[in-house]
T-cell receptor
Framework: QKEVEQNSGPLSVPEGAIASLNCTYS??????FFWYRQYSGKSPELIMS????GDKEDGRFTAQLNKASQYVSLLIRDSQPSDSATYLCAVLPQGGSEKLVFGKGTKLTVNP | DGGITQSPKYLFRKEGQNVTLSCEQNLNHDAMYWYRQDPGQGLRLIYY???????QKGDIAEGYSVSREKKESFPLTVTSAQKNPTAFYLCASSITIQETQYFGPGTRLLVL
């Protein structure tokens, strides 16, 4: 069973701080990694994707991937109250019949 | 305007009743999915379809049925055999099963 693990939180940070969200996965062959944001009562929306080791930056968001450690993270710089949401990590194992495996999500609260 | 639509936004089911949730996409995606999300919980896969006229059970298919007669449509029926149907139901689609998924706005099902 391929698994994606996230700390359920809640993670609470003050406004302006860096929020760090972490995710580990069990299938070493996985090649594609995604972060979704889900506001309360809404559906998940894709915010970041990463495919290679290292960092990928998009505005205030940075995704980090370390395939050797089977670890992917999302950093949110200058956190805003509007970033308060649940963040879902999703991993795509390699193989023609494989599909996305979602973690259960980490709830982030940014306090003004 | 491309996207995924789900209807209705809210649905009420009476005891012993079957209800059908609609999911339509105009993204020309081959793969479609149905997830269930309970309060404070992660996504659980009910059914998925890789292509028209084909679908497979996910992790919690009991009490649910689907059809995929058209590429654009993947309706989910919650049958009377599903004893605890109250949840947030999310439809998603992807170009192929090996690509990232995009979500519709969801349908909230409540039992009267």
């Amino acid at each position: 069973q391929k698994e994606v693990e996230q700390n359920s939180g809640p993670l609470s940070v003050p406004e302006g701080a860096i929020a760090s969200l972490n995710c580990t996965y069990s299938d070493r062959s996985s090649q594609s990694f995604f972060w979704y944001r889900q506001y309360s009562g809404k559906s998940p929306e894709l915010i970041m994707s990463i495919y290679s080791n290292g960092d990928k930056e998009d505005g205030r968001f940075t995704a980090q991937l370390n395939k050797a450690s089977q670890y992917v993270s999302l950093l949110i710089r200058d956190s805003q109250p509007s970033d308060s949401a649940t963040y879902l990590c999703a991993v795509l194992p390699q193989g023609g019949s494989e599909k996305l495996v979602f973690g259960k999500g980490t709830k982030l609260t940014v306090n003004p | 305007d491309g996207g995924i639509t789900q209807s209705p936004k809210y649905l009420f089911r009476k005891e012993g009743q079957n209800v059908t949730l609609s999911c339509e996409q105009n993204l020309n995606h081959d793969a479609m999915y149905w997830y269930r999300q309970d309060p404070g919980q992660g996504l659980r896969l009910i059914y998925y379809s890789q292509i028209v006229n084909d679908f497979q059970k996910g992790d919690i298919a009991e009490g649910y049925s689907v059809s995929r007669e058209k590429k654009e449509s993947f309706p989910l029926t919650v049958t009377s055999a599903q004893k605890n149907p109250t949840a947030f139901y999310l439809c998603a689609s992807s170009i192929t099963i090996q690509e990232t998924q995009y979500f519709g706005p969801g349908t909230r099902l409540l039992v009267l």
